[in-house]
């Protein structure tokens, strides 16, 4: 199903050349403070248009259907739409005959019989994560409502196998193609507690989100791959004091599934697609 | 919650000194043959007490308490008990006053306020993998009634960065230690168009389920992590005829979240608890 | 939450005197045909401006917003929604200060804190039943198109204890007055089978979508109350051949919380509310 | 499925000839005490064997596999089973030929295919309310220590139409057979806002659950049925001050689908099998 989370509820819909792109967000709390503005910074984040980027220009702005009302949440489903203005349904039948290597063009006509909507990449398009972001502002003013003081982070730590990042896209820029590269999320400031044994794991509850990004290609938590070359004793990460407190943070912030206070660490490959 | 899966679920109890470890299954046709020997060659694989593992040995015999009949499933839920017969309780206060790093001693602690069985890691045990192995039995039963003709593989790739495994596992023993390495699953066989866009991609699933193993600590797709050093044009897989199939198999076997027909690859690496 | 359905999940969101009201539909097979007309005949059979209905009138015109393209379903999530035009929020200050009786004011009010939006009801609004209708059409649509022979019928069978419903009415209009009634739901051409033992028998999955109606005091199936006074022998229905036919339908169409292949019988008390 | 609830969520399993039944508690809070004899009272109240009943003997005494640790809940998943000692497994062969009417017989060997476990209705047994009432009683400790003074409770109001309740079952008695009646449950103390409009509206909820015993034919909520024929005016509960007080309790403790600080009325008519 196109839904994630349990209390704190997304569902995401629409397709890159129809009428909008959006998000449902059921389980907020009432009273957040929302406005169309406060989309605007992390929109802009991930804007095409930038170097390096696809040419396709959308303004981007959140339409507040439901769930907002004297620019605070009610507590009822929250509904926030991107109408597409900058589609170009030019050439698609062509696309059609010519699924495109490393896009979903083929395997979603199999799945859905051929009635998908294939322009773009319709539901599969990247464009739907202009949705994400806008679920990922409304959950960081929850945090913010309930005086979390989070830290939430994410660096490039490099591209094409470059830790000089402009030297990478320039790489990408010059063979005129996409490439790959490594972000890392950080998370500072979260509870001891979080997550479940076994199958609501920290890492099984963030691989389960992260992996619904189109182009991530593995994720991490802590020394990840490295850990398969470590002895046991030197990756346990010694628990110095009653607060839990470790000099080292090989775990990246979960042991046995649950946050343990420690910074939450993250990395992820991705590829872009072309 | 303790539950995994949306048609065919499963449950997973129990506590590594408690009584019993087990599963419950729901969502299991009728009518897939069913009896205790058939979890026997899966359980031995998974045994403690082999070379350079825990010396603790259970018989891990599956009592069968509900759902299977003459046999045969019967449609409604399996429960599938494994009683706990070696434990040794003793010493287990010593464990409360110093929590053991590397394993959720500390954070079962913090997150059930002292209420949590700490004998032995309790429901946070390795233990319960048993359970798992278990439930994985049935589903493969599921499958092969099903006639799908999957062939489903987990090899070890590496013991410690070394990939002869004798001399992986050697080097632990004699550091008296425990160590890392790194799991590589395949599965081919494999329907196009399993997984759902975004929330409910095939690696979004995957990643939750393998994430719910203790010891994982990451977890790629197909070329993974190496991605991040690729341009777009060699990563993707070049599409040949009309049912897919591709030369290379970069992607893992999955597109767009959606599996392509391909080969699924997926290595984990894993750092096993001392 | 503000779902229902784990195959064909159905997310409702809106308010009264907001922009709109709508659902999201999630599950749906891809190829269904649909049109903004095939949502006319349904929708204007709940149309407010009725005779003893709300003087309210909407145009009521489903925007279909996602998961249609070429007038068919594409298989990812539908979202539909109605435009709230003839909004007239004057006044609603006055009703804060003195919530309805038998309205949600109150228990909104103690439930978000005040943050609701109150006007016209906000989220509890019965304008919101539009919604269910649309998703109701979609769900016959699929019904049709995998050919299953259903004849789904829902009768009034009396309105403030009048079989006569013109007369009924009449008393409610001289009264300037709402009233209750009965109205009596009918399923014939149902599977043997649907339904499971516990917790997601028929009747608990029917009762459940039938409460999140507003205005519905209560449900029963086949004998239903009456059942109360009647020995088992009396109401048990004789199986009379192998295809399970029954002379009598006591049980209303569903035994053991499994339809029976009997016309499904389920009539449900209501009180408009005024 | 045979799961119900989102936070503190039950598993029911088991059949009435098998090896046991039982429920799979997830979501209950550490340091709840649990001890087999807290059962004790209610299992009593449900037990067969009492004037009127069937005249099955079973000790019903809980086995406590998992989440208990020291007489006090763990935070993991409570399994508590009841043996089926009482089995008597002969001459089912012959119910297989002929399925009793007002059973699951047919049915079930409908749904699945005729693998299910026949024997005295399997897992359609009414010997599974054990694993509910077990249910509750956990369920109510929870309540007692988060300090929620709840009241609830379960009156029958009539057997065979008699309010005088001996002389009715004395009816179902001289005639060897089972017979109907109303049971109408009462909670006192419920805090105000619970439940969600729509879906999860608290008619919903409970609903769900209510059917899910078997022999429930219908449900109603305060006037219930009655609405059916009253004015709006009428039925209406007038809010006397700022807390909600009402004096008459007309909607029966649920207002919009959510709880209004009433008393909870939810009268239910059964059928007992024969």
Do not use: W
């Amino acid at each position: 199903m196109n839904t994630l989370g349990r209390l704190f509820s997304v569902s995401i819909l629409g397709e890159s050349h129809g009428h909008a792109v959006g998000i449902v967000i059921d389980g907020c709390p009432s009273g957040v403070s929302i406005a169309a503005e406060d989309f605007t910074e992390d929109i802009e984040r991930r804007k095409p248009g930038a170097k390096g980027t696809t040419p396709r220009k959308e303004d981007d702005l959140p339409e507040i259907i439901s769930g907002v009302f004297n620019d605070k949440t009610t507590g009822s489903p929250i509904t926030i739409l991107f109408r597409n203005n900058n589609t170009r349904s030019t050439d698609y039948e062509k696309q059609r005959a010519v699924p495109r290597p490393g896009h979903a063009d083929f395997v979603a006509s199999k799945k859905f019989g051929g009635y998908e909507d294939y322009r773009g990449g319709g539901h599969f398009s990247g464009r739907l994560t202009v949705a994400l972001v806008a679920a990922g502002v409304v959950a960081k003013k929850v945090l913010h409502k309930k005086k979390r003081d989070l830290k939430i982070q994410a660096d490039i730590l490099e591209i094409g196998g470059e830790s000089d990042l402009e030297k990478g896209l320039q790489k990408a820029i010059d063979e005129k193609d996409t490439i790959g590269g490594i972000v890392e999320c950080k998370v500072s400031g979260l509870p001891i507690g979080l997550g479940e044994p076994f199958f609501d794991s920290a890492e099984s509850l963030l691989s389960h989100a992260v992996f619904s990004i189109p182009a991530v290609r593995g994720i991490e938590f802590g020394t990840g791959f490295l850990a398969a070359k470590m002895f046991g004793s030197k990756h346990n990460d010694a628990i110095e004091n009653m607060e839990g407190k470790t000099t080292t943070n090989h775990s990246g912030g979960i042991i046995g599934g649950i946050t343990n206070g420690n910074e939450l660490i993250c990395p992820q490959s991705f590829l872009l697609l072309n």
